[in-house]
């Protein structure tokens, strides 16, 4: 069993800077794959990055060249930094974790909002 809790969404203006945090507490942080997942109204729940136990990263094209992945294990925290931020990124952030990367996202956060204005 492992909780989730996300932190950092805001109001921001077009071309501004969010940093989100992701904090675990439960099962060892470190054997986790973790997700940023973002779910905008009338749409479905996409994957936007992920870090691997080894810190190997992915980014959705949408979002490659401005958001950065982290992890720091010995705080349990996953970040994700928003860079150069554009209205179509408005949306619910979940982050989420899985064992394996063969497995589903077992465990999510309860999300936090990121609104962007233009």
């Known amino acids: 069993q492992v909780q989730l809790v996300e932190s950092g969404g805001g109001l921001v203006q077009a071309g501004g800077s969010l940093r989100l945090s992701c904090v675990a507490s439960?099962?060892?942080?470190?054997?986790?794959?973790m997700g940023w997942f973002r779910q905008a109204p009338g749409k479905e729940r996409d994957l936007v990055a992920a870090i691997g136990t080894g810190g190997s990263t992915y980014y959705a094209d949408s979002v490659k060249g401005r958001f950065t992945v982290s992890r720091d294990n010995p705080k349990n925290t996953v970040y994700l930094q928003m860079n150069i931020l554009k209205p179509e990124d408005t949306a619910v952030y979940y982050c989420g974790a899985r064992v394996r990367v063969t497995v589903p996202y077992a465990y999510w956060g309860q999300g936090t909002q990121v609104t962007v204005s233009s």
């Open positions: 439960g099962r060892t942080f470190s054997n986790y794959h």
